[in-house]
């Protein structure tokens, strides 16, 4: 078992190493956490393919914002609050579309 000491120092090279641009740094983090946090997505979200799309979006988010990103707390609780507020920012949108719907639906069967 890493030390928390170690494992704070792995994540501030992983951090840096990704900040720099180096892809196979972010490809090996993806490739670690795509499957846990795609299944915590997923108790949220409750929608497989919306689970991938929240998760793909995290990643993305943070290779393009990568020059910028200070980690302030471990790479681990990092990842899975960016996915927890994603997934969240999701739902937000999903009732919105589905008031609007509701809304448009109740406007063409009032102007008949």
Do not use: C
């Not at 994540?11 to 983090?29: K, M, Q, W, Y």
Request: net charge positive; aromatic share 12%; proline share 2%.
């Amino acid at each position: 078992m890493i030390e928390p000491r170690s494992r704070q120092h792995l994540n501030s090279d992983v951090v840096a190493r990704i900040r720099a641009g180096d892809e196979r740094a972010f490809e090996v983090l993806f490739y670690e956490y795509y499957k846990p946090l795609r299944r915590y997505a997923i108790t949220i979200v409750h929608q497989v393919d919306a689970a991938e799309d929240v998760v793909q979006a995290v990643f993305l988010g943070l290779w393009m914002g990568r020059h910028e990103w200070t980690l302030r707390s471990s790479l681990h609780a990092y990842l899975y609050s960016a996915v927890h507020h994603r997934a969240l920012q999701f739902l937000r949108h999903e009732r919105v579309r589905d008031r609007y719907v509701v809304t448009m639906l109740a406007r063409d069967g009032s102007s008949e």
